[in-house]
């Protein structure tokens, strides 16, 4: 099992930055995919990005790609979402969980959810 904490979030304006961080323990933290999803308030999960263990291949929703970027660390044990150009839309709560099987866009086959963290666009 692999505990999850993510963090990083906050309040930005429209146009600015966040990094977002998610720090893993645990063996297989570093040897699977690592994937983003974000829950905005009355809507479903969504994904967001991924990143397989070897940093290798990245995968990103449509609604983000050039505006984000995934890496991970595995000496650290942590993945990292740059995001810039924020937009309101962007709103949501945050959260990384742990790849176990099927698609790595879908959230079905993801496991080990951390908490999330707040991510607010506005002005």
């Known amino acids: 099992q692999v505990t999850l904490v993510e963090s990083g979030g906050g309040l930005v304006q429209p146009g600015g930055s966040l990094r977002l961080a998610c720090a893993g323990s645990g063996r297989t933290f570093s040897t699977n995919i690592i994937g983003w999803f974000r829950q905005a308030p009355g809507k479903e999960r969504e994904f967001v990005a991924a990143?397989?263990?070897?940093?290798?291949?990245?995968y990103y929703a449509d609604s983000v790609k050039g505006r984000f970027t995934i890496s991970r660390d595995n000496a650290r044990n942590v993945v990292l979402l740059q995001m810039n150009s924020l937009k309101p839309e962007d709103t949501a709560t945050y959260s990384c969980?742990?790849?176990?099987?099927?698609?790595?866009?879908?959230?079905?086959?993801?496991?080990?959810w951390g908490r999330g963290t707040q991510v607010t666009v506005s002005q």
């Open positions: 969980a742990v790849h176990l099987a099927g698609a790595a866009r879908l959230q079905e086959g993801y496991g080990d």
């Open positions: 990143i397989s263990w070897t940093g290798d291949s990245t």
